[in-house]
């Protein structure tokens, strides 16, 4: 009891902290400004007007939402560390690893309070042009969600270890890859290489695949996307978030905070 | 009972790729008595603020253990009974003075209702004389402001046990004042306080016992008395003689001091006492705990 009772604190404290950073703020104003040209570029193509509305507005979203989880992901942890704050937090009455959970939770907190808040802007601008909003436009939104807090727990077990700036190379490395899985290893395949075969075969399993969590198509070709698919990926996405938490955390425990 | 017993503790560090570890605790064994205010001495880089690390497993030390209050090692119901400031504190610069109180005192297990908790706040900041700027956010303290209420963090949850690095530094005269006064308050209380200081005169003030570092080894540990005594060589030798009251003659070594029992002896005159004279904290430490340079 007294351990969720610790991770809720830590993780009140990390929600009240993103709220009152300018970063916060200057995340919204970039929010509104890119979904402003969504709204904006649509009409500007005759034929293909809601295509290119919703494509670019959830696209819009979903940066928003991985660049704030890839900030505050890496900033939360390293800066507590780097000023020390660190020394008085874990020598309470808390252990490292509800240290660690209770930076994740207030992150993911936030992640879904912004989820929300683009869940609603977007709705205003697809009601606008007369774009109807399905099932699918909420599960596009969840995919986001959980890409994002995949790429949180990514940059907070880098935070464990490393610099603010290489968190943030190493997170879009893992963005980047994340998206690019299938296509690599449909390339990889095609080559004799032994070890680029293994590569494409072994190699890409340490990547989380997060292409798997896009139902933006959907969206746009107004598709179904199966529950059970949802489910399924949802679970997914948790796995690694544990893995890579429960990585954090042993690496945490072992830590010098000289 | 010792509330901290520290036994063979060892730690070295890399300090670069490739180069030698540099040993910076050599088996450093002491305890701390309880209801004692202790101040733990040493130079600069002797491993003061290494030592109160690894006591409180921030930094995993090489060898060595350290146990709290009998023979308990530290676990999650110990740190509630533990408060601890350490050197150069910084904080969550974006709460309030009273926001980050109640922050530290409920993540403490602090055995207070919200209500409770909220008017130990009051009273804490009062004595600090920083009730005008509760509502401030610290970005906004001074470096003072922060070491006050940096103490404040530790004291909130009443521990048995405070452990201060370097409690009085960067504090103006009247900050520090502030500051024994709440050290000797909760020493009064019972809570038994492990104090880091370079600011000797204060430490004479509030210790009653200390332990002293030099370059990673416990060189003295015990009562202050004895620590200023064991470096003076002075000696005083009071004795009556019959047409006057108690006088006094001062050696400035043992074998003066013999000299003048023999002349005293010679001349039939009565011997009150001989006695080492102590010196300030600062002429001994000084003479024994700086390196030689």
């Not at chain 2, 670069?16 to 040493?42: D, P, Q, R």
């Not at chain 2, 060595?64 to 610069?93: A, M, N, T, V």
Request: overall charge positive; hydrophobic content about 45%; charged content about 20%.
């Amino acid at each position: 009891m007294k351990m969720w009772r610790n991770i809720f604190i830590l993780a009140a404290n990390g929600f009240q902290e993103v709220i009152r950073h300018r970063f916060f703020y200057g995340l919204v104003l970039v929010a509104v400004l890119i979904l402003s040209v969504g709204a904006i570029l649509g009409p500007l193509s005759m034929s293909e007007e809601k295509r290119i509305t919703v494509n670019f507005s959830l696209f819009a979203a979903q940066i928003v939402l991985i660049a704030a989880s890839i900030f505050f992901g890496s900033l939360s942890i390293t800066r507590d560390m780097e000023k020390k704050i660190i020394t008085t937090l874990i020598t309470r009455p808390i252990s490292r690893a509800q240290y660690i959970l209770g930076k994740f939770f207030g992150m993911a907190f936030i992640m879904i309070v912004a989820v929300i808040l683009l869940g609603f802007i977007l709705s205003g601008i697809f009601y606008y042009f007369q774009i109807p909003i399905q099932s699918v436009f909420f599960k596009s939104l969840w995919g986001i969600y959980l890409e994002a807090l995949v790429l949180l727990s990514i940059s907070i077990l880098f935070s464990s270890f490393t610099s603010n700036f290489l968190i943030i190379c190493y997170t879009v490395c893992f963005f980047i890859i994340g998206h690019w899985i299938d296509t690599m290893k449909t390339l990889l395949q095609k080559t004799e290489e032994p070890f680029l075969r293994f590569i494409s075969e072994y190699g890409v399993l340490v990547f989380p695949n997060l292409e798997r969590f896009n139902w933006r198509p959907h969206v746009v070709y107004q598709d179904l996307v199966p529950f059970t698919e949802v489910m399924f990926y949802s679970f997914y996405a948790v796995s690694w978030v544990i893995l890579f938490l429960v990585i954090a955390i042993q690496i945490f425990n072992r830590k010098d905070f000289v | 009972m010792s509330v901290i017993s520290v036994k063979g503790l060892n730690k070295s560090f890399q300090k670069g790729l490739g180069s030698k570890k540099v040993s910076v605790l050599k088996n450093i064994t002491f305890s701390v008595a309880e209801g004692k205010i202790t101040g733990f001495l040493g130079a600069n880089g002797s491993g003061k603020t290494t030592t109160m690390k690894c006591m409180l497993e921030l930094i995993w030390p090489d060898q060595g253990e350290c146990r709290f209050f009998g023979s308990q090692k530290l676990h999650s119901k110990l740190w509630s009974r533990i408060g601890f400031l350490p050197e150069h504190p910084y904080f969550y610069d974006f709460l309030t003075g009273e926001e980050f109180l109640f922050f530290y005192g409920r993540l403490s297990h602090a055995k207070y209702s919200k209500s409770d908790l909220k008017s130990r706040i009051n009273m804490l900041l009062k004595k600090m004389d920083l009730s005008k700027d509760r509502d401030k956010k610290l970005r906004q303290y001074s470096k003072g402001m922060l070491q006050k209420i940096g103490l404040l963090q530790a004291v909130i949850h009443e521990p048995d046990l405070l452990i201060l690095d370097e409690p009085m530094s960067g504090l103006d005269f009247n900050g520090r004042s502030y500051v024994m006064e709440i050290i000797h308050q909760v020493a009064e209380r019972g809570t038994s306080v492990f104090l880091s200081s370079h600011l000797l005169h204060d430490v004479e003030r509030l210790c009653s016992d200390l332990v002293v570092l030099k370059e990673g080894e416990v060189i003295f540990e015990g009562d202050m008395g004895e620590f200023m005594g064991a470096e003076s060589d002075k000696m005083e030798i009071i004795y009556i003689d019959q047409n006057k009251a108690d006088q006094t003659r001062l050696a400035s070594n043992l074998e003066e001091c013999q000299k003048i029992l023999d002349e005293l002896r010679q001349q039939k005159l009565d011997v009150v006492s001989v006695e080492r004279v102590s010196t300030n904290l600062e002429e001994t430490f000084r003479k024994l705990a700086l390196k030689q340079r």
